[in-house]
């Protein structure tokens, strides 16, 4: 099955500067790469995705970027903001004919130091 | 997301008793989803449904069971098999599988 490894654990940056959050994964067959952010006690949300047919996505302040070769993908976040602090999670999918679900990492908590 | 509603939002168990979380979705999504997550650990799957009557065992199914009777709606039942229940307990719809995954606020299921 597949396997998702997230680094860091814990990510503390100050107010204004940017974020980085990578993520590695096992089976090639995956190509579908959701980043959720959770706040404490609270439902996940989607906050970016991106397929493998693609290397990169960007939505305002926030970018991800995928190396199918090497089997890694990243959160951007740059002009970090108090209201980004929480928990975020990668996750990998192959939604192909083998789809059986979303494979998590285990989450970075980010602090945003003002 | 408000299409998606679990209840309750607390639960507790009793010894040897099996308890059930409800998970609705008025999205007209296909696939349904049930995790759980532990303190400082990722989501884990225990069950997903791709269709109506259909749904297939994640990484953790062990002491657990399902089922899809109606589109809408797929319980989530705890039984006594399952030692360590504590947790909190999310349910996600997503029009197909491969397709964003949507959660429901979750519950959070605790031992008496």
């Known amino acids: 099955g597949e396997n998702v490894e997230q680094h860091p654990s814990t990510l503390s940056v100050q107010e204004g500067d940017s974020a980085v959050i990578k993520c590695t994964y096992s089976?090639?067959?995956?190509?579908?790469f959701p980043w959720y952010k959770q706040e404490l006690g609270k439902r996940p949300q989607l906050i970016i995705d991106?397929?493998?047919?693609?290397g990169e996505k960007k939505d305002q302040r926030i970018a991800v970027t995928l190396n199918k070769t090497a089997k890694h993908f990243s959160l951007h976040i740059t002009e970090t903001q108090p209201e980004d602090s929480a928990v975020y999670f990668c996750?990998?999918?192959?939604?192909?004919?083998?789809?059986?679900?979303?494979?998590f990492g285990k989450g970075t908590h980010l602090i945003i130091q003002p | 997301d408000g299409g998606i509603t679990q209840s309750p939002k607390y639960l507790f168990r009793k010894e040897g008793q099996n308890v059930t979380l409800s998970c609705e979705q008025n999205?007209?999504?296909?696939?349904m989803y049930w995790y759980r997550q532990d303190p400082g650990q990722g989501l884990r799957l225990i069950y997903y449904?791709?269709?109506?009557?259909?749904?297939q065992k994640g990484d953790i199914a062990e002491g657990y069971s399902v089922s899809r009777e109606k589109k809408e709606s797929f319980p989530l039942t705890v039984t006594s098999a399952q030692k360590n229940p504590t947790a909190f307990y999310l349910c996600?719809?997503?029009?197909?599988?491969?397709?964003?995954?949507?959660f429901g606020d979750g519950t959070r299921l605790s031992i008496l």
């Open positions: 996600a719809s997503s029009g197909v599988v491969g397709q964003p995954q949507h």
């Open positions: 999205l007209n999504h296909d696939a």
């Open positions: 996750a990998a999918e192959d939604s192909g004919g083998g789809a059986d679900g979303l494979t």
């Open positions: 449904s791709q269709i109506v009557n259909d749904f």
């Open positions: 089976d090639s067959a995956s190509n579908y």
């Open positions: 991106i397929r493998s047919n693609v």
